[in-house]
């Protein structure tokens, strides 16, 4: 059986990642990476998936917390190195 890690292993996914989607949703981690691999073999997926962590960035400036922000930021700008879009 795999583990969740072998998951995202698998999918080029960090757990930090996994836990911007998690939160974004209001769901746990395990069904985030459910999620996030599956979103992460189209370029619909990962086009939503970069909006998800934009938004996340977006509601911590909001909020004042800009911590969370450059986090999430540094979270997003790795997730889009590692699976860019193209058109």
Same mark, same amino acid.
């Given at each position: ?23 974004? #949703? ?5 069904? /985030? /990476? ?12 990962? !086009?939503? !998936? ?7 960035? #977006?509601?911590?400036? #909001?909020?004042?917390?800009? #911590?969370k ?15 860019? !879009?193209?058109?």
């Amino acid at each position: 059986m795999l583990s969740i890690r072998d998951c995202l292993d698998y999918c080029d996914i960090t757990d930090d990642e996994v836990a911007l989607v998690a939160e974004h #949703e209001g769901i746990p981690d395990a069904a /985030a /990476a459910q999620v996030v691999c599956g979103l992460v073999q189209t370029p619909e997926g990962v !086009l939503l !998936l970069t909006n998800f962590m934009l938004d996340l960035v #977006e509601r911590a400036n #909001e909020c004042g917390d800009k #911590e969370k922000a450059a986090k999430a930021e540094s979270v997003c700008a790795r997730f889009m190195a590692d699976h860019p !879009l193209t058109h």
